[in-house]
């Protein structure tokens, strides 16, 4: 199979020839894998090894161009749309009211351009990769983002200031994604949606609280992405077991990165809960792969794949991006044995 067959039939819960590999890495933390096959970027490990490399977010991912200036912190960190920079600086951390939050500048669709959007998408399917999309954000992890967790947390309890935030902010989240999935013209494939709302063995907010305020925006950007032919792709790392059932519902269909590690994620009854329903990218603990020796990275990279590939819609991959802190021989055992070692 084509590296985009493979993709392709594990995203549609298919079985491929084996599982493709799917990761993302924190800067440098690859810099021994690529020393160690010739490599230079992480598209080059396919063409030396056949490590598929996919990602919702890197190199094969189309995004709008916001076209605006953005300024910068008082010590001259980059600030993003919104006026944030993560942990740094809040966007709409200032916003005090329902009547601040109908007087702030929100971005608008207008201000991006799209207009590279489909040469982008086709040049990346000529390399034989899937096109990615995104992100969206309309959870609990992006109010965390724009108004910082302590903020957040009560947020949360005032109807008033949550009916104006979560209107504004969906309103303006569908517009983009449409406009920018009408720009791909049917050739985006996959959409990146990020909600990280739980601890280890907790959700941050009550699942009353998220299906009251962040389920039904989900559900609106979702039926945006299905409309034009996409699929959602979505990050939640922490205990998430009481509303996988709701994502579900309202359209999730992959996964990432349901680590063992975390409550509830039991991997054995994950298998007989997913079957047919959900596609899964990611699973090799991350623990091991930090603390563990290369034999134990090996075994435990069989064990996700003896458990979840006979069943199809498998990427098989890291339960958190590669990191510094992973011994090169420990990444290099995770490649060898995803590619059938």
């Keep these: 199979m ?85 942990q740094h600086a809040y966007g709409l951390g200032h916003l005090d009211g329902v009547a601040a939050v109908e007087a702030h500048p929100w971005p608008r669709v207008t201000d991006f351009d799209f207009s590279h959007v489909h040469t982008q998408a086709l040049a990346i399917k000529a390399q034989d990769m899937t096109v990615s999309a995104g992100h969206l954000g309309l959870g609990y992890q992006k109010l965390n983002e724009l108004r910082g967790n302590e903020t957040a947390l009560f947020d949360v309890l005032d109807d008033d200031f949550m009916a104006a935030y979560m209107a504004r902010l969906t309103a ?59 699929q959602v792709w979505f990050h939640s790392c922490g205990y998430v077991a009481p509303l996988l059932e709701d994502l579900l519902e309202i359209g999730m269909d992959v996964w990432n990165p349901f680590p063992a590690y975390v409550k509830d994620n039991d991997h054995d009854a994950l298998r007989a809960f997913r079957k047919d329903r959900l596609v899964l990218d990611g699973g090799v603990s991350h623990l091991i792969l930090v603390h563990g020796t290369p034999a134990q990275v090996t075994a ?42």
Aim: net charge negative.
């Design 2 to 86: 084509t590296r985009r067959d493979r993709i392709l039939t594990a995203l549609a819960g298919g079985v491929p020839d084996r599982p493709p590999i799917a990761f993302d890495a924190r800067p440098g933390a690859l810099d021994g894998v690529y020393a160690h096959y010739g490599a230079r970027t992480k598209n080059d490990l396919y063409t030396l090894a056949g490590i598929d490399g996919f990602s919702v977010w890197e190199w094969n991912a189309v995004m709008g161009r916001y076209v605006p200036e953005t300024g910068t912190t008082p010590d001259g960190l980059p600030l993003d749309f919104w006026g944030g920079n993560s």
């Design 172 to 230: 303006f989240t569908v517009e983009y994604i449409d406009a920018l999935l009408s720009a791909g013209r049917g050739e985006i494939e996959v959409v990146r949606a990020d909600d990280d709302m739980g601890t280890m063995d907790r959700l941050m907010i009550s699942p009353a609280t998220w299906r009251r305020w962040f389920k039904p925006a989900w559900r609106a950007a979702f039926d945006v992405v299905h409309r034009h032919g996409a």
């Design 300 to 341: 435990e990279t069989h064990r996700v794949l003896d458990t979840f590939a006979p069943d199809g819609g498998l990427l098989i991959g890291p339960s958190q991006v590669f990191t510094e802190d992973m011994p090169t021989a420990n990444m290099l055992a995770f490649f060898a044995a995803a590619l059938g070692g």
